[in-house]
């Protein structure tokens, strides 16, 4: 088992940490349209903490992943999971969904929503494996296919 911890953040004080940490995982995706997170600042980042639970993991070399849960309705709106890439495959990104599910049962929500890039098959596939369905499909502007799913946990 990975030596990690996951813990709620709470201080805004970590935004520009957080935020250079999205940049750098987000930016070295293949993917076409690029993530909006690249557009994100600072500033947006720091806002995220009074509108968002913001968990993240940690090991003995300080930040390796984070995730942003965000209320939207009856849901959690779960975004912006990055992990490192010397972390990936080791339960870190299953820790962190699982957080988010305590932390949309624990606020009442009924289901759990993410947008999961289509060419990002094996993000689709972590989704899937956490009881995730596609619900629909989006296409981002200036695309005339679809370039993400819409997925959905209705909890229990």
Known sequence: MA????QRC???SRAA???AFAQ????ALDIDPPSSVLKETVADFAARFRSDTIFVA???EGLIASIFCTPQDDALYIGRLAVRPDWRRRGVAGALIEAAKDE???RGAKRITLGARIALA????????????VVGKTCHPGFTTPTS???ELVLA
Do not use: C, S, W
């Not at 030596?3 to 996951?6: A, E, L, Y």
């Not at 750098?24 to 930016?27: L, M, R, S, V």
């Not at 689709?124 to 494996?129: C, G, I, K, N, T």
């Open 3 to 6: 030596d990690f911890k996951v």
């Open 10 to 12: 709470t201080d805004v």
């Open 17 to 19: 940490e957080l935020h």
């Open 24 to 27: 750098n995982i987000f930016g």
């Open 58 to 60: 940690q090991a003995n």
């Open 104 to 106: 949309a049962r624990r």
């Open 122 to 133: 094996a993000n689709v596939a972590l989704f899937r494996r956490h009881g995730f369905v």
């Open 149 to 151: 799913y819409d997925m």
